[in-house]
């Protein structure tokens, strides 16, 4: 019985352990390419392009 | 009263007593943290004397049963100089050094189930005490346990302990354990009081 208990918490820890760290590569993953998108994004909603550090205008489409 | 229940109650109450002297040398050695935390310390209430309180304690507590408190003893000792391993202390010996020798010395006069035992039942408390105190001890800018391996790692890392010591002393288990609870929770019905 103790030892059922000992092997599901050690399996438990070393799961969450292996989930926390797969976790945090693919979230670093993630993060590097979608943070140019949403940094370009912001930007152009605040009126200029963050690449080229120009004003952007609003131009009516035809 | 059976000798049985006698044995068990002499066990409970060496291990509070064992617990008080660990709980004063703490307050004892930790108390220039705790005034810049703003901890509750017993060294306030009982000044200087509080060592000399520690050490009747733990002579009670070795009187009533040795071969429970003095294993208890010496590993809150070593996991307590485990915890500044690279500090170099009076002896002239580095945390680490001193913690090692301590437990070595431990299996000695006490084997290694007594020591093993305790060694798994104090971490584990140890680790379930950081686990609470992760907040209070970053703003007396102390990484503890919980910081540096993560709180839930903690914790489970704790249950863990906890169950290897059960698996170590079947026997022994339940009574060190109540002891320990009483202990701890009187001194979180304290401390956080105030």
Redesign the interface.
């Known amino acids: 019985m103790l030892l059922t208990i000992i092997i599901s918490v050690s399996t438990l820890l070393l799961g969450y352990l292996w989930g926390k760290q797969n976790g945090r590569v693919e979230g670093y993953k993630c993060g590097t390419v979608d943070l140019p998108l949403l940094l370009r994004e912001q930007s152009l909603e605040q009126g200029y392009c963050v690449l080229c550090n120009e004003q952007v205008q609003n131009k009516p489409s035809s | 009263m059976s000798p049985a229940i006698f044995e068990q109650a002499g066990i409970v109450i060496a291990v509070i007593l064992c617990s008080i002297a660990v709980k004063l040398i703490d307050d004892f050695l930790d108390n220039d943290r705790d005034s810049l935390a703003g901890c509750y310390n017993f060294s306030k209430i009982l000044g200087n004397g509080i060592i000399v309180y520690g050490m009747l304690s733990l002579s009670i507590a070795a009187s009533i049963n040795a071969s429970v408190s003095i294993p208890l003893f010496l590993v809150s000792y070593s996991i307590g100089m485990f915890t500044d391993f690279k500090k170099t202390f009076i002896s002239g010996l580095s945390g680490l050094q001193e913690s090692l020798l301590v437990f070595s010395l431990g299996v000695i006069l006490w084997g290694w189930q007594c020591m093993l035992f305790s060694l798994f039942f104090v971490f584990s408390l140890q680790l379930f005490d950081d686990y609470l105190d992760i907040y209070t001890d970053q703003l007396a800018g102390y990484r503890n346990l919980a910081h540096r391996i993560?709180k839930?790692?903690c914790l489970?890392?704790s249950?863990?302990t906890l169950?290897?010591a059960?698996?170590i002393n079947?026997h022994l288990f339940p009574a060190v354990l109540l002891g320990t609870a009483i202990v701890y929770s009187a001194l979180l019905y304290y401390q956080r009081g105030r």
Do not use: A, H, N, S
């Open positions: 993560g839930v790692e489970l890392l249950i863990l169950c290897t059960w698996w079947e």
